[in-house]
């Protein structure tokens, strides 16, 4: 049978998330359908036809799904869900959010977080902040899985010529409706989607130090900029922008760790990035184990040299 896979939008474009969890659902087998539920959304729907490797767009309009909750979403997902084997979502806060509303809707197992296919039935997710692999066997009929983006390559964009199919939308729930959104504005590069991050931790002492030491060295980098979480959780950065286990997982071109000693549970966020750079004066910090560059070293002199350098 076919796999569904439920796309990140924002109504006129598709999220990076989608073009991962796309090559997840391709090696599920069978054809690839996304669904584009939203309102207005016919930019969206367009861009999905056009994703290499997808069948058909399912493209479903509704002001009940303007803003993606999660209640409608679900509602619109257990009504196509008869016609596949593979439901597939992002693991990201949206996936999360709705992935276990429809698995509990068709009462089945939700597989989560899976980094590998090993057949249609059977896949791969790490565990215990990623220091061992499970391996997961379902027999559900319909299997609701989350992907880990960073565990598969992105599908092109571009050179698919998918259908688009335009049904009617499930009822939207009399129960939850949109208020209002508070959304952080950022002129740098999606965390999630930087190919870029350079990351502060707890060493940094303060927010204003964390800003003084890590903004001129995203700048010349062009990078989004993160933190671990002791850092957030002390104040000297946003909640959005931490990296790890219970933050966001991340796998850029380039990570550079500055003052960030690399507990297990950033260590689980970031250890699938290209390269690593750390920077961190105590030899021992576990950091420097996942590191391919480490520099023992004061941060708040070597950041600066390097600022300087660049």
Known sequence: MSSLVIAEHDNSSIKPSTLNTITAAAQCGGDVHVL????????AAAAAAHIAGVAKVIHVESAGLAHGLAENVTAQVVALASG?????????????????????????GQISDI??????????????????????????????????TTGFDAAASTG???????????????????????????????????????SGGRALGSN??????????????????GASRAAVDAGYAPNDWQVGQTGKIVAPQLYVACGISGAIQHLAGMKDSKV???????????????????????????VPALVAAL
């Open 84 to 108: 596949y084997s593979h439901l597939l979502f992002p693991a990201t806060a949206y996936g999360k959010n709705i992935a276990p509303r429809v698995a509990a809707k068709l009462d089945v």
């Open 115 to 148: 980094t590998k296919v090993d057949s249609p039935d059977t896949f791969e997710r790490p565990i215990y902040a990623g220091n061992a692999i499970a391996t997961v066997q379902s027999k559900d009929a319909i299997k609701v899985i989350t992907v880990r």
């Open 276 to 302: 690593i750079v750390a920077i961190n004066k105590d030899a021992e910090a576990p950091i420097f184990s996942v590191a391919d560059y480490g520099l023992e070293a004061d941060l708040f002199v070597a």
């Open 160 to 198: 698919g010529s998918a259908s688009v199919e335009t049904p009617a939308a499930a009822s939207d729930s009399a129960d939850v409706g949109f208020l209002r959104s508070e959304i952080a504005k950022n002129d740098r590069p999606e965390l999630t989607a930087a190919k870029i991050i350079v």
């Open 36 to 43: 584009v539920a939203g309102h207005n959304a016919g930019a």
């Open 208 to 225: 204003e130090k964390f800003m003084e030491i890590m903004t001129p060295l995203a700048d010349k980098l062009g990078a989004a900029m």
